[in-house]
């Protein structure tokens, strides 16, 4: 499947980043515009609106993927910090439980 957001770098080693308790926070600092986001998180940031709408329909297998392994992590290292991020990218509360269950396979 193509992507819509080729500007996200597949091949960026966000393994290693969303399973680092520490490079998970600096990204999620970076989302909540809380903390520095270097460019490939820019890139991710500035689509997240669109992917939580859409339940990452434009995303790719590997960014709906990394999507997964972001949310797990988040709710379960930074509870806190994820219903600021439910606050912050899904105002009305509808979106982020469906885009949740649209990645849950991948």
């Known amino acids: 499947m193509t992507s819509a957001y080729d500007d ?4 960026f080693d966000h393994n290693s980043q969303l399973n ?3 490079q998970l ?9 809380k903390g520095y986001c270097t ?3 820019s890139h991710i940031k500035a689509h ?10 434009n ?5 709906k993927h990394f ?15 994820y219903e600021e991020y439910k606050k912050k990218y899904d105002l009305d509360g509808k979106h982020l ?7 849950s396979t991948f």
Do not use: Y
């Open 20 to 22: 680092d308790i520490k």
């Open 97 to 103: 439980e469906s885009l949740e269950k649209a990645i």
């Open 8 to 11: 996200i770098d597949d091949n």
């Open 48 to 57: 997240l609106p669109d992917q939580i709408i859409t339940n990452c329909q």
């Open 67 to 81: 999507a997964r392994i972001f949310f797990n992590n988040v709710k379960k290292n930074f509870p806190e910090e």
């Open 25 to 33: 926070r600096q990204l999620l600092d970076c989302f909540l515009d």
């Open 39 to 41: 460019e490939v998180e």
């Open 59 to 63: 995303c790719d297998t590997v960014q």
